[in-house]
């Protein structure tokens, strides 16, 4: 059974950072891609980032480009976004997934296991 657990959540002040990490467990992790989403309230989930399997490919919503950066460790099952110079409006309950496949995807129809989230909050 594939479980993920999201950690690294929190409140920061705008401008500030925050790394995410998502340990996996229960499937050949390094064989599928890996991607991030965020749901803010009364928002539907979005896109924010994804990585290959291999980790040499990556992709970012055009909100987040240039701030926010995604990597994996096949070694340890885990997937992490660092997020820098975040904005109030990057606030919203981060989720990952793991990729039906090993080329990621910016569709939620793409993943087939998604963690529980973790609260980001960015006061200005």
């Known amino acids: 059974q594939v479980q993920l657990v999201e950690s690294g959540g929190g409140l920061v002040q705008a401008g500030g950072s925050l790394r995410l990490s998502c340990a996996a467990s229960?499937?050949?992790?390094?064989?599928?891609?890996m991607g991030w989403f965020r749901q803010a309230p009364g928002k539907e989930r979005e896109f924010v980032a994804y990585i290959y399997w291999s980790g040499g490919s990556t992709d970012y919503a055009d909100s987040v480009k240039g701030r926010f950066t995604i990597s994996r460790d096949n070694a340890k099952n885990t997937v992490y976004l660092q997020m820098n110079s975040l904005k109030p409006e990057d606030t919203a309950v981060y989720y990952c997934?793991?990729?039906?496949?090993?080329?990621?995807?910016?569709?939620?129809?793409?993943?087939?296991?998604w963690g529980q989230g973790t609260q980001v909050t960015v006061s200005s």
């Open positions: 997934a793991v990729g039906k496949g090993p080329f990621g995807s910016t569709f939620l129809d793409s993943y087939d296991y």
């Open positions: 229960g499937r050949t992790f390094s064989s599928y891609a």
